[in-house]
Protein backbone atom coordinates (compact mmCIF):
# COMPACT_ATOMS: atom_id res chain seq x y z
CA UNK A 1 0.00 0.00 0.00
CA UNK A 2 1.11 3.34 -1.12
CA UNK A 3 0.74 6.36 1.88
CA UNK A 4 0.46 10.06 0.97
CA UNK A 5 1.37 12.44 3.72
CA UNK A 6 -1.28 14.93 2.96
CA UNK A 7 -2.79 18.02 4.98
CA UNK A 8 -6.19 16.02 6.58
CA UNK A 9 -8.04 19.14 6.87
CA UNK A 10 -7.97 19.94 3.02
CA UNK A 11 -8.48 16.32 1.59
CA UNK A 12 -11.24 16.73 -0.84
CA UNK A 13 -10.77 13.10 -2.07
CA UNK A 14 -9.38 10.16 -0.29
CA UNK A 15 -9.64 6.85 -2.12
CA UNK A 16 -8.99 3.67 0.02
CA UNK A 17 -8.53 0.37 -1.17
CA UNK A 18 -10.43 0.67 -4.33
CA UNK A 19 -10.87 -2.21 -6.41
CA UNK A 20 -12.94 -2.94 -9.32
CA UNK A 21 -13.94 -6.05 -10.83
CA UNK A 22 -15.52 -7.98 -13.80
CA UNK A 23 -16.29 -11.40 -13.77
CA UNK A 24 -12.99 -12.69 -15.24
CA UNK A 25 -10.34 -9.87 -14.41
CA UNK A 26 -9.56 -7.06 -11.91
CA UNK A 27 -8.75 -3.56 -14.11
CA UNK A 28 -8.28 -1.19 -11.09
CA UNK A 29 -6.76 -3.21 -7.72
CA UNK A 30 -6.10 -1.53 -4.26
CA UNK A 31 -5.91 2.11 -5.16
CA UNK A 32 -4.75 4.39 -2.52
CA UNK A 33 -5.16 8.11 -3.98
CA UNK A 34 -5.83 11.96 -2.10
CA UNK A 35 -6.40 14.71 -3.15
CA UNK A 36 -6.58 18.00 -1.86
CA UNK A 37 -8.70 21.54 -2.27
CA UNK A 38 -6.32 23.39 -5.10
CA UNK A 39 -4.36 20.24 -5.71
CA UNK A 40 -3.36 18.88 -8.67
CA UNK A 41 -2.81 15.23 -8.68
CA UNK A 42 -1.68 13.45 -12.11
CA UNK A 43 -2.95 10.26 -13.12
CA UNK A 44 -0.16 8.60 -15.90
CA UNK A 45 -0.13 5.73 -17.55
CA UNK A 46 -0.31 3.71 -20.71
CA UNK A 47 -3.39 2.87 -22.54
CA UNK A 48 -4.88 0.52 -20.88
CA UNK A 49 -3.39 0.99 -17.76
CA UNK A 50 -6.51 2.11 -15.60
CA UNK A 51 -6.54 5.39 -15.80
CA UNK A 52 -9.86 6.16 -17.34
CA UNK A 53 -11.65 3.21 -15.35
CA UNK A 54 -10.31 5.30 -11.81
CA UNK A 55 -12.14 8.77 -12.84
CA UNK A 56 -15.26 6.08 -13.82
CA UNK A 57 -15.38 4.79 -10.49
CA UNK A 58 -15.12 7.98 -9.01
CA UNK A 59 -17.80 9.26 -10.78
CA UNK A 60 -19.84 5.22 -10.45
CA UNK A 61 -20.14 5.12 -13.90
CA UNK A 62 -18.89 1.54 -14.69
CA UNK A 63 -19.38 -0.74 -17.40
CA UNK A 64 -21.76 -3.01 -16.99
CA UNK A 65 -20.35 -6.04 -15.45
CA UNK A 66 -18.26 -4.47 -13.55
CA UNK A 67 -18.44 -4.24 -9.36
CA UNK A 68 -16.61 -2.53 -6.24
CA UNK A 69 -15.26 -5.13 -3.34
CA UNK A 70 -16.78 -4.57 0.21
CA UNK A 71 -13.88 -2.80 1.46
CA UNK A 72 -13.23 -0.43 -1.18
CA UNK A 73 -14.16 3.49 -0.21
CA UNK A 74 -14.29 7.06 -1.73
CA UNK A 75 -14.46 9.70 0.15
CA UNK A 76 -15.50 12.69 -0.94
CA UNK A 77 -16.42 15.49 1.17
CA UNK A 78 -16.19 13.42 4.07
CA UNK A 79 -19.24 10.73 3.20
CA UNK A 80 -18.16 7.42 1.10
CA UNK A 81 -19.86 8.38 -3.03
CA UNK A 82 -19.85 4.18 -2.71
CA UNK A 83 -23.13 4.12 -0.06
CA UNK A 84 -25.13 6.63 -1.95
CA UNK A 85 -27.77 5.74 -4.11
CA UNK A 86 -27.86 6.93 -7.93
CA UNK A 87 -30.59 9.60 -7.03
CA UNK A 88 -27.84 11.13 -4.98
CA UNK A 89 -25.18 10.48 -7.28
CA UNK A 90 -26.81 12.32 -10.09
CA UNK A 91 -26.78 15.50 -7.67
CA UNK A 92 -23.31 15.30 -7.37
CA UNK A 93 -22.13 14.74 -11.00
CA UNK A 94 -21.92 17.94 -12.41
CA UNK A 95 -22.45 20.41 -9.16
CA UNK A 96 -20.12 18.85 -6.93
CA UNK A 97 -17.81 17.02 -9.29
CA UNK A 98 -17.54 17.68 -12.57
CA UNK A 99 -15.97 16.22 -15.54
CA UNK A 100 -13.91 17.39 -18.83
CA UNK A 101 -13.24 15.09 -21.79
CA UNK A 102 -10.93 14.39 -24.17
CA UNK A 103 -12.78 15.00 -27.70
CA UNK A 104 -15.31 18.36 -27.30
CA UNK A 105 -16.95 17.38 -30.17
CA UNK A 106 -18.13 13.88 -28.76
CA UNK A 107 -18.67 15.68 -25.78
CA UNK A 108 -21.09 18.59 -27.17
CA UNK A 109 -24.59 17.79 -29.42
CA UNK A 110 -24.13 18.87 -32.72
CA UNK A 111 -27.23 19.91 -33.19
CA UNK A 112 -27.54 22.62 -30.12
CA UNK A 113 -25.75 26.40 -29.67
CA UNK A 114 -23.28 26.61 -27.32
CA UNK A 115 -25.48 28.71 -25.15
CA UNK A 116 -28.34 26.33 -25.03
CA UNK A 117 -26.45 23.43 -23.63
CA UNK A 118 -24.73 25.47 -21.30
CA UNK A 119 -28.37 26.49 -20.13
CA UNK A 120 -29.30 23.05 -19.91
CA UNK A 121 -26.36 21.74 -17.71
CA UNK A 122 -27.59 25.20 -15.15
CA UNK A 123 -30.93 23.80 -15.65
CA UNK A 124 -30.54 19.81 -14.73
CA UNK A 125 -27.74 21.13 -11.45
CA UNK A 126 -30.75 23.60 -10.03
CA UNK A 127 -28.68 26.50 -10.63
CA UNK A 128 -31.78 28.59 -12.36
CA UNK A 129 -33.63 28.96 -9.56
CA UNK A 130 -35.63 32.38 -9.22
CA UNK A 131 -33.28 33.55 -11.98
CA UNK A 132 -34.61 35.64 -15.11
CA UNK A 133 -33.83 34.85 -18.75
CA UNK A 134 -31.53 37.75 -18.71
CA UNK A 135 -30.05 36.38 -14.99
CA UNK A 136 -29.31 33.46 -16.99
CA UNK A 137 -28.08 34.57 -20.44
CA UNK A 138 -25.68 36.96 -18.48
CA UNK A 139 -24.60 34.16 -16.61
CA UNK A 140 -23.50 31.99 -19.47
CA UNK A 141 -21.29 35.08 -21.74
CA UNK A 142 -19.40 35.44 -17.95
CA UNK A 143 -18.91 31.28 -18.05
CA UNK A 144 -17.59 32.11 -21.87
CA UNK A 145 -15.23 35.18 -21.44
CA UNK A 146 -14.07 33.17 -17.82
CA UNK A 147 -12.22 30.64 -19.93
CA UNK A 148 -11.11 33.11 -22.02
CA UNK A 149 -13.19 32.78 -25.62
CA UNK A 150 -13.61 36.08 -27.24
CA UNK A 151 -17.27 37.88 -28.74
CA UNK A 152 -19.47 35.55 -25.86
CA UNK A 153 -22.66 36.66 -27.41
CA UNK A 154 -21.84 35.38 -30.58
CA UNK A 155 -20.46 32.34 -29.09
CA UNK A 156 -23.71 31.70 -27.28
CA UNK A 157 -26.12 31.55 -31.00
CA UNK A 158 -22.64 29.23 -32.81
CA UNK A 159 -23.26 25.36 -32.99
CA UNK A 160 -20.10 23.34 -31.88
CA UNK A 161 -19.16 23.03 -36.01
CA UNK A 162 -18.64 26.46 -36.01
CA UNK A 163 -15.62 26.49 -33.59
CA UNK A 164 -12.29 25.51 -33.54
CA UNK A 165 -11.18 22.93 -31.51
CA UNK A 166 -9.44 24.44 -28.58
CA UNK A 167 -12.76 27.00 -28.74
CA UNK A 168 -14.93 23.49 -28.27
CA UNK A 169 -12.97 22.32 -25.53
CA UNK A 170 -12.81 26.01 -23.74
CA UNK A 171 -16.75 25.43 -23.37
CA UNK A 172 -16.50 22.07 -22.19
CA UNK A 173 -14.55 23.48 -19.26
CA UNK A 174 -17.04 26.62 -19.17
CA UNK A 175 -20.09 23.83 -18.56
CA UNK A 176 -17.73 21.86 -16.35
CA UNK A 177 -17.63 25.21 -13.79
CA UNK A 178 -20.69 26.32 -14.42
CA UNK A 179 -21.94 25.07 -11.03
CA UNK A 180 -18.31 25.98 -9.32
CA UNK A 181 -17.62 21.81 -8.04
CA UNK A 182 -14.78 21.10 -5.57
CA UNK A 183 -13.60 18.26 -7.38
CA UNK A 184 -12.55 18.45 -11.49
CA UNK A 185 -11.96 15.29 -13.30
CA UNK A 186 -9.93 16.09 -17.13
CA UNK A 187 -9.44 13.09 -18.51
CA UNK A 188 -6.70 13.82 -21.37
CA UNK A 189 -8.06 17.42 -22.17
CA UNK A 190 -5.42 18.68 -24.52
CA UNK A 191 -4.23 15.12 -26.36
CA UNK A 192 -6.13 16.48 -29.96
CA UNK A 193 -4.80 19.98 -29.79
CA UNK A 194 -2.10 21.60 -31.16
CA UNK A 195 0.76 22.44 -28.88
CA UNK A 196 0.27 26.41 -28.61
CA UNK A 197 -3.69 25.49 -27.70
CA UNK A 198 -2.86 23.08 -25.39
CA UNK A 199 -0.45 25.33 -23.43
CA UNK A 200 -3.40 27.89 -23.47
CA UNK A 201 -5.59 25.02 -22.22
CA UNK A 202 -3.30 24.00 -19.43
CA UNK A 203 -3.04 27.56 -18.23
CA UNK A 204 -6.31 28.13 -18.35
CA UNK A 205 -7.38 25.10 -15.90
CA UNK A 206 -4.33 25.78 -13.22
CA UNK A 207 -5.86 29.70 -13.15
CA UNK A 208 -9.24 28.98 -12.88
CA UNK A 209 -9.01 25.93 -10.43
CA UNK A 210 -6.47 28.26 -8.20
CA UNK A 211 -9.54 30.86 -8.71
CA UNK A 212 -12.19 28.15 -7.13
CA UNK A 213 -9.62 26.07 -4.90
CA UNK A 214 -11.04 22.64 -6.98
CA UNK A 215 -9.22 19.55 -6.40
CA UNK A 216 -8.22 18.21 -9.81
CA UNK A 217 -7.47 14.62 -10.88
CA UNK A 218 -5.69 15.36 -14.60
CA UNK A 219 -5.47 11.84 -16.41
CA UNK A 220 -3.11 11.79 -19.13
CA UNK A 221 -0.11 9.49 -20.77
CA UNK A 222 1.76 12.71 -21.89
CA UNK A 223 4.68 12.70 -19.29
CA UNK A 224 5.62 16.64 -20.35
CA UNK A 225 2.27 18.20 -19.72
CA UNK A 226 2.29 16.59 -16.10
CA UNK A 227 5.21 19.02 -15.28
CA UNK A 228 3.12 22.08 -15.99
CA UNK A 229 0.30 21.45 -14.40
CA UNK A 230 0.76 19.14 -11.79
CA UNK A 231 1.29 19.29 -7.97
CA UNK A 232 1.96 15.58 -8.00
CA UNK A 233 1.91 12.02 -9.81
CA UNK A 234 0.40 8.90 -9.58
CA UNK A 235 1.90 6.21 -12.03
CA UNK A 236 -0.51 3.96 -12.75
CA UNK A 237 0.17 0.49 -14.60
CA UNK A 238 -1.56 -2.55 -15.14
CA UNK A 239 -4.55 -0.90 -12.75
CA UNK A 240 -2.42 -0.53 -9.84
CA UNK A 241 -0.93 2.79 -8.89
CA UNK A 242 3.07 1.95 -8.48
CA UNK A 243 4.65 4.88 -7.20
CA UNK A 244 3.43 8.71 -5.90
CA UNK A 245 5.20 11.29 -4.90
CA UNK A 246 5.88 15.33 -6.17
CA UNK A 247 6.39 16.62 -9.66
CA UNK A 248 9.86 17.09 -9.34
CA UNK A 249 10.85 13.66 -7.45
CA UNK A 250 9.07 11.67 -9.67
CA UNK A 251 10.74 13.06 -12.60
CA UNK A 252 13.77 13.30 -11.48
CA UNK A 253 14.68 10.57 -9.25
CA UNK A 254 11.68 7.96 -10.32
CA UNK A 255 12.11 4.88 -7.80
CA UNK A 256 10.28 2.03 -9.94
CA UNK A 257 11.33 0.71 -13.13
CA UNK A 258 8.15 0.71 -14.72
CA UNK A 259 8.62 4.82 -14.14
CA UNK A 260 11.94 5.11 -15.05
CA UNK A 261 10.86 3.35 -19.00
CA UNK A 262 8.16 5.69 -19.11
CA UNK A 263 10.63 8.40 -18.61
CA UNK A 264 13.45 7.23 -20.81
CA UNK A 265 10.62 7.37 -23.55
CA UNK A 266 9.68 10.68 -23.42
CA UNK A 267 12.04 12.39 -26.62
CA UNK A 268 13.12 15.19 -26.12
CA UNK A 269 14.26 18.10 -28.09
CA UNK A 270 17.57 19.05 -26.85
CA UNK A 271 19.00 15.42 -26.92
CA UNK A 272 17.22 14.47 -30.07
CA UNK A 273 18.54 17.18 -31.98
CA UNK A 274 22.54 16.11 -31.62
CA UNK A 275 21.52 13.27 -33.21
CA UNK A 276 20.47 14.26 -36.81
CA UNK A 277 22.63 12.88 -39.44
CA UNK A 278 23.67 14.39 -42.37
CA UNK A 279 21.76 13.30 -45.75
CA UNK A 280 21.62 13.17 -49.60
CA UNK A 281 21.24 16.78 -50.88
CA UNK A 282 19.36 15.29 -54.13
CA UNK A 283 15.86 15.71 -53.97
CA UNK A 284 13.27 13.49 -54.13
CA UNK A 285 10.73 15.54 -54.09
CA UNK A 286 10.30 18.98 -55.43
CA UNK A 287 7.51 20.80 -54.63
CA UNK A 288 7.25 24.73 -56.29
CA UNK A 289 4.73 27.38 -55.92
CA UNK A 290 1.83 24.99 -54.83
CA UNK A 291 -1.31 26.59 -54.30
CA UNK A 292 -4.29 24.89 -52.66
CA UNK A 293 -7.98 26.92 -52.82
CA UNK A 294 -11.33 25.66 -51.65
CA UNK A 295 -13.88 27.04 -53.99
CA UNK A 296 -16.79 25.73 -50.90
CA UNK A 297 -14.74 28.31 -48.29
CA UNK A 298 -15.16 31.45 -50.13
CA UNK A 299 -12.06 30.81 -52.17
CA UNK A 300 -9.89 30.59 -49.12
CA UNK A 301 -6.04 29.64 -49.98
CA UNK A 302 -5.49 26.52 -48.08
CA UNK A 303 -1.96 26.50 -49.25
CA UNK A 304 -0.57 29.68 -50.35
CA UNK A 305 2.01 29.68 -53.18
CA UNK A 306 4.69 27.42 -50.52
CA UNK A 307 8.19 25.85 -51.87
CA UNK A 308 10.26 22.90 -50.98
CA UNK A 309 12.22 20.16 -51.32
CA UNK A 310 12.12 16.82 -49.83
CA UNK A 311 15.70 15.10 -50.27
CA UNK A 312 16.74 10.98 -51.03
CA UNK A 313 17.42 9.21 -47.71
CA UNK A 314 16.05 12.20 -45.01
CA UNK A 315 13.11 13.30 -43.40
CA UNK A 316 11.26 16.74 -43.95
CA UNK A 317 8.96 17.32 -40.80
CA UNK A 318 6.32 19.94 -41.98
CA UNK A 319 4.89 21.52 -38.67
CA UNK A 320 2.27 23.91 -37.53
CA UNK A 321 -1.10 24.07 -35.80
CA UNK A 322 -4.39 22.55 -37.19
CA UNK A 323 -5.59 24.39 -39.87
CA UNK A 324 -2.13 25.78 -41.66
CA UNK A 325 -2.05 23.72 -44.49
CA UNK A 326 -0.40 20.47 -43.41
CA UNK A 327 -2.46 18.06 -44.40
CA UNK A 328 -4.17 19.77 -47.48
CA UNK A 329 -0.57 19.66 -48.78
CA UNK A 330 0.18 16.08 -48.38
CA UNK A 331 -3.29 15.98 -49.72
CA UNK A 332 -2.09 17.25 -53.10
CA UNK A 333 1.12 15.36 -53.48
CA UNK A 334 -1.00 12.37 -53.24
CA UNK A 335 -3.17 13.74 -56.26
CA UNK A 336 -6.42 13.53 -53.70
CA UNK A 337 -6.88 17.12 -53.77
CA UNK A 338 -6.74 20.19 -56.69
CA UNK A 339 -3.84 22.28 -56.89
CA UNK A 340 -1.82 24.36 -58.79
CA UNK A 341 1.96 24.66 -58.98
CA UNK A 342 4.55 22.28 -60.05
CA UNK A 343 5.35 19.10 -58.18
CA UNK A 344 7.92 17.05 -59.09
CA UNK A 345 9.05 13.44 -58.21
CA UNK A 346 10.11 9.84 -60.00
CA UNK A 347 9.75 7.42 -57.36
CA UNK A 348 6.26 5.75 -55.94
CA UNK A 349 4.71 7.62 -52.67
CA UNK A 350 3.10 6.28 -50.16
CA UNK A 351 0.66 7.37 -46.85
CA UNK A 352 0.21 6.47 -43.12
CA UNK A 353 -2.20 7.85 -41.54
CA UNK A 354 -2.20 9.27 -37.95
CA UNK A 355 -5.34 6.77 -36.71
CA UNK A 356 -4.06 3.16 -38.40
CA UNK A 357 -7.52 0.86 -37.03
CA UNK A 358 -9.57 3.32 -39.79
CA UNK A 359 -7.44 3.27 -42.38
CA UNK A 360 -7.67 -1.02 -42.50
CA UNK A 361 -10.33 -2.92 -43.18
CA UNK A 362 -12.12 -4.51 -40.62
CA UNK A 363 -13.16 -7.69 -42.19
CA UNK A 364 -9.81 -8.31 -44.05
CA UNK A 365 -7.27 -10.27 -42.14
CA UNK A 366 -3.87 -8.42 -42.43
CA UNK A 367 -2.49 -11.07 -45.42
CA UNK A 368 -4.97 -9.34 -47.97
CA UNK A 369 -4.65 -5.73 -46.33
CA UNK A 370 -0.81 -5.56 -47.30
CA UNK A 371 -1.70 -7.70 -50.81
CA UNK A 372 -4.42 -5.16 -51.48
CA UNK A 373 -2.41 -2.36 -52.76
CA UNK A 374 0.34 -4.65 -54.55
CA UNK A 375 -1.98 -6.02 -56.51
CA UNK A 376 -3.55 -2.90 -57.59
CA UNK A 377 -0.33 -1.28 -58.57
CA UNK A 378 1.34 -4.07 -60.28
CA UNK A 379 -1.82 -6.27 -60.96
CA UNK A 380 -0.02 -9.63 -59.16
CA UNK A 381 -0.55 -11.23 -55.90
CA UNK A 382 2.22 -11.06 -53.22
CA UNK A 383 3.39 -14.18 -51.94
CA UNK A 384 2.74 -14.99 -48.63
CA UNK A 385 6.64 -15.65 -48.07
CA UNK A 386 7.15 -11.76 -49.19
CA UNK A 387 4.28 -10.31 -46.78
CA UNK A 388 5.74 -12.48 -43.91
CA UNK A 389 9.39 -11.21 -44.56
CA UNK A 390 7.86 -7.31 -44.38
CA UNK A 391 5.70 -8.25 -41.51
CA UNK A 392 9.25 -9.26 -39.64
CA UNK A 393 10.60 -6.36 -40.79
CA UNK A 394 8.08 -4.18 -39.02
CA UNK A 395 8.18 -6.25 -36.00
CA UNK A 396 5.07 -8.29 -36.21
CA UNK A 397 5.07 -12.19 -36.95
CA UNK A 398 3.90 -15.03 -39.62
CA UNK A 399 1.28 -15.91 -37.22
CA UNK A 400 0.00 -12.33 -37.72
CA UNK A 401 -1.21 -13.15 -41.37
CA UNK A 402 -4.63 -14.37 -40.74
CA UNK A 403 -5.76 -11.93 -37.99
CA UNK A 404 -8.09 -9.27 -38.48
CA UNK A 405 -7.28 -5.65 -37.20
CA UNK A 406 -9.49 -5.43 -34.30
CA UNK A 407 -7.29 -8.72 -32.55
CA UNK A 408 -3.99 -5.73 -32.64
CA UNK A 409 -2.64 -2.55 -30.15
CA UNK A 410 -2.86 0.25 -31.51
CA UNK A 411 1.03 0.35 -31.82
CA UNK A 412 0.87 -2.52 -33.51
CA UNK A 413 -1.83 -1.83 -35.95
CA UNK A 414 0.45 0.91 -36.71
CA UNK A 415 3.04 -1.46 -37.63
CA UNK A 416 0.45 -3.64 -40.44
CA UNK A 417 0.38 0.28 -42.10
CA UNK A 418 3.71 1.03 -42.26
CA UNK A 419 3.63 -2.66 -43.63
CA UNK A 420 1.28 -2.20 -45.87
CA UNK A 421 2.81 0.96 -47.18
CA UNK A 422 6.11 -0.94 -47.74
CA UNK A 423 4.25 -3.52 -49.89
CA UNK A 424 4.56 -1.22 -52.92
CA UNK A 425 7.85 -0.24 -52.74
CA UNK A 426 8.11 3.08 -52.24
CA UNK A 427 10.72 5.25 -51.81
CA UNK A 428 8.95 8.11 -50.77
CA UNK A 429 6.56 7.85 -47.66
CA UNK A 430 4.12 10.74 -45.87
CA UNK A 431 4.00 10.39 -42.15
CA UNK A 432 0.58 12.23 -41.25
CA UNK A 433 0.97 12.74 -37.11
CA UNK A 434 2.05 8.82 -37.38
CA UNK A 435 2.01 8.14 -33.17
CA UNK A 436 -0.31 11.19 -32.53
CA UNK A 437 -2.40 8.62 -30.74
CA UNK A 438 0.21 6.10 -29.69
CA UNK A 439 1.21 6.48 -25.88
CA UNK A 440 4.65 7.56 -25.19
CA UNK A 441 6.36 3.77 -25.04
CA UNK A 442 4.83 2.95 -28.19
CA UNK A 443 5.35 6.17 -29.96
CA UNK A 444 9.21 5.67 -29.14
CA UNK A 445 8.91 1.64 -30.75
CA UNK A 446 7.46 3.36 -33.93
CA UNK A 447 9.66 6.05 -34.22
CA UNK A 448 12.72 4.09 -34.08
CA UNK A 449 11.20 1.31 -36.26
CA UNK A 450 10.55 4.38 -38.98
CA UNK A 451 13.86 5.30 -38.39
CA UNK A 452 15.51 1.69 -39.29
CA UNK A 453 13.08 1.33 -42.14
CA UNK A 454 14.48 4.48 -43.50
CA UNK A 455 17.74 3.19 -43.06
CA UNK A 456 17.03 -0.31 -44.98
CA UNK A 457 15.01 0.54 -47.40
CA UNK A 458 16.37 4.02 -48.09
CA UNK A 459 13.14 6.07 -47.97
CA UNK A 460 12.63 9.93 -47.69
CA UNK A 461 9.86 10.85 -45.66
CA UNK A 462 7.58 14.14 -45.24
CA UNK A 463 6.58 14.38 -41.82
CA UNK A 464 3.49 16.07 -41.04
CA UNK A 465 3.30 16.63 -37.36
CA UNK A 466 2.48 19.31 -34.34
CA UNK A 467 4.95 17.26 -31.89
CA UNK A 468 8.58 18.99 -31.49
CA UNK A 469 9.85 16.05 -29.71
CA UNK A 470 9.01 13.98 -33.00
CA UNK A 471 9.93 16.42 -35.22
CA UNK A 472 13.81 16.54 -33.32
CA UNK A 473 13.96 12.86 -33.32
CA UNK A 474 13.21 12.08 -36.68
CA UNK A 475 13.80 15.15 -38.75
CA UNK A 476 16.82 16.62 -41.07
CA UNK A 477 14.77 19.62 -42.12
CA UNK A 478 11.84 21.65 -40.74
CA UNK A 479 9.49 23.45 -42.47
CA UNK A 480 7.48 25.83 -40.56
CA UNK A 481 3.51 26.05 -42.02
CA UNK A 482 1.45 28.95 -40.71
CA UNK A 483 -1.70 30.11 -42.49
CA UNK A 484 -1.12 28.02 -45.83
CA UNK A 485 2.61 29.94 -45.90
CA UNK A 486 5.79 28.27 -45.18
CA UNK A 487 7.34 31.07 -42.64
CA UNK A 488 10.47 29.06 -41.75
CA UNK A 489 12.56 26.30 -43.91
CA UNK A 490 15.82 24.92 -42.80
CA UNK A 491 17.84 22.11 -41.66
CA UNK A 492 16.26 20.76 -37.90
CA UNK A 493 19.21 21.43 -35.78
CA UNK A 494 18.80 25.34 -36.84
CA UNK A 495 15.04 25.85 -36.86
CA UNK A 496 14.80 24.15 -33.42
CA UNK A 497 17.64 25.51 -30.98
CA UNK A 498 17.78 29.22 -33.11
CA UNK A 499 14.56 29.61 -34.75
CA UNK A 500 14.18 33.08 -36.58
CA UNK A 501 10.56 33.82 -37.22
CA UNK A 502 8.14 34.75 -34.54
CA UNK A 503 5.55 32.13 -35.20
CA UNK A 504 7.79 29.60 -34.88
CA UNK A 505 9.31 30.97 -31.57
CA UNK A 506 5.43 30.97 -30.23
CA UNK A 507 5.62 27.09 -31.47
CA UNK A 508 8.71 26.08 -29.41
CA UNK A 509 7.94 28.35 -26.07
CA UNK A 510 4.74 26.16 -25.95
CA UNK A 511 6.47 23.24 -26.30
CA UNK A 512 6.20 21.32 -22.11
CA UNK A 513 9.90 20.05 -20.84
CA UNK A 514 10.41 17.97 -18.20
Not at 117 to 131: R, S, Y
Not at 368 to 379: D, L, N, P, Q, V
Request: glycine share 4%; aromatic share 6%.
Amino acid sequence: MINIELDLNSQQLVINNLNVKFKNFNPIENINLSINSGETVALLGELGSGKSMTANAILQTLPPGAFYTKDSSIIFDNEDLLEKSEYEMRQLRGNEIAMIFQDPMSALNPVFTIGYQILEVLKLKNKTKKKSKKELYNKIIELLTEVGLENADKLYKSYPHQLSGGMRQRVIIAMALACKPKLLLADEPTTALDVTIAKQILLLLKKLQKKYNMAMLFITHNIAIVSMIADKIAIMNHGKIIEVGGTQKILKSPEHDYTKMLLSSQLDINTACQNLNQDNLLPALSVKDLTIIYPNKKNIKAVDSISFDLYHNSTLALVGESGSGKTSTAKALMGLVKAKGVIKYNDLMQIIFQDPYSSLNPRMIILEIIREGYRAIYKEKLTKTKVTKILEDVGLEHSDLYKYPHEFSGGQRQRIAIARALAVKPKILILDEPTSSLDVTVQAQILKLLKNIQQKYELSYLLISHDFSVVAYMANYVAVMYHGKIVEYGQANEILKNPQDNYTKDLLSAVPNL
